[in-house]
């Protein structure tokens, strides 16, 4: 089995035991390439159909380019897709804008359509804290997320706890960055165009306008990007300020519920 | 390149964070403003460079200089990539410990050569034994704190081999000393130990070879869920434990013992003519079986898989469990009465008689149908493996 095959496998395992245990599930998609390539998984786990809503959580300010892209990409693959708006207070960023936004839409939406499970394209290797994470995993009514006493996962069994108000499930948990781009290729999933180099810049990692900054790049192709990161000594959310503006604000932002 | 999952077992405090983060950093598998931002923070609380910071991320563990819960971490070697499993070393962590190293492939051991051993040093020995390792190392560390001096090394060792000893055979295991902390024999031969000649940790890890023999098993393929297209057909879903699956063979499941023929195999999107262990399937039979859903398993009909109404396996519990529980093996859960026949204290292993309410496949094997879980209102409370 190669390498790659090994990476969908788990994850394929992981959707179809969510699909399994839970009665309502939805995914969160950004339109990044990490939820796409969720999203192309959940297809192949369920034979062309995705059998759950995506959300994507709207705060008005996104690129251009990911509207047009969740639009072609939806009617394309028959996606259902949900828009819960977030509104932009003011001047905000890092832990208090996706905080506060970006999470509160999504509390809203999830009371009101009343999922039980929702799964977030998170990795380990993005980030030391979203290393620490499951691939189930409890977030109680306030949609914390108890870290310092996560429940046992032991081999493929889970733990699910009563008062948990929905479990996120992480079936991409074990992908590195290069993984994604190399699986993109192999499957040719489409991506954001965003991510591709235009005047000597692209996005690496893709968050709202306000949040996200490109870094210098000539890569344009898959091709390219892939030689890229091979040689590449920054990590993948250097241009993303929640993870940088102050010391362990992706941990506070985790604990409060943030994807 | 094959991936191999490795985890680190110990006692805290003799360096198993420390060992990772100096892999990472030797192997240059991890990106340079991790490296800045671990450089950054050690200062802040006033330590020199932190190796175990490129592991210990949260708030809490870099102040206490603990690991609370598992992180895996990407090791690039030449021939593998190494899924490097950091486990808390704390027995009141050890449901976490659990999560972690239930993932491995390998183990390494890491005892330190200035406090010799001490408890959790056997408890993760006993482990590893118990979790059923394909292989194990034992790495010395801190070497650097008694003076490099060989006979402290084989103090140690002594000491390690005669705990082995006295509770279960293990194949011959290597030794290494090192220095996590100086990057001693860890991915660079040391220079402060001349008297040692044999491999260095990263070697050592190079000449793993992962154990994959579950194709050439008897076929279980345990029924995850059953899909209706529009169309009305049903596909059978589920990831093959062990064995292989061709087009036209004639399965039979259990527990229902119905029979039929495979007409397609699914693999994601595409139509296959067989498929093997490992892989997540979807199978469309000749025949429409209402009785086949989740938990019943697919086998070959001369198979002699039979149902069982009482188990014995080796377990380790979390926490004091009421007589009366659930218990899952693979898609399969049941209620039931759980007796002691040999009994330990918390954490430790003890031999369990399982009596199940409904009768469900369990057998001895590497694979989900070889494990169990032992479930209070849907939390996991201890763990246990066929006998």
Redesign the interface.
Known sequence: MSDLKELEEKSIFTIREAQARFKNLAALWSTGKDSTVLVALARKAFFGRVPFPLIHIDNGIDFPETYEFRERLSKEWGLEVLVPKSIIKDDLSGVRCCGSNKTDALKRLMEERHFDGLFVSIRRDEHGIRGKERYFSPRDKEFKWDYKNQAPEIWDYISQTDDASHIRIHPLLHWTELDMWLYIKQEGIPVNPLYFAHNGMRYRSLGCTQCTVGIESQASTVDEIIEELKTTTTSERAGRMQDKEQENVMQRLRALGYM | ???LAITLLGHKDHGKSTLIGRLLFDTKSV????VEEVMK?SK?LGRPFEYAFL?D????ERRDGMT???????VKGKKH?Y?CIDVPGHRELL??M??GA??ADAGILIVSAKEGLEEQTGHHLRLAHWLGLDSLMIVVNKMDLVGYSQQMFETVVKEVESLRKTFFLLPKVEYIPISAYEGDNVVNRSQNMGWYSGRTLFEQLELLERQNHLSELSLRLPV??V?E?TTGEK?I?G?IESGKIHVGQQVLFVPSREKAMVMSI?T??ECKTSAVA???I?MIIDRDLPSIK?GEICCTPEDSLNVRKEITAHAIL?EDIPQQLVV?CG?SETECVVEAVVPASIGEVSTLRFRFKNPMIVERAKT?LG?L?I?K????VG?AVAV
């Open positions: 390149m094959k991936r990106m340079e403003d991790r923070h802040i592991l991320s949260f708030e809490e609370i819960d598992v992180i895996h971490a990407q990539l899924d449901k976490n659990l999560s239930s993932h995850q869920d899909y297209k596909i879903a990831r699914l994601t999107n490992g892989e997540n979807g989740r979390l899952e898609p989900s494990r879980a479930k209102q849907g939390k996991i763990v």
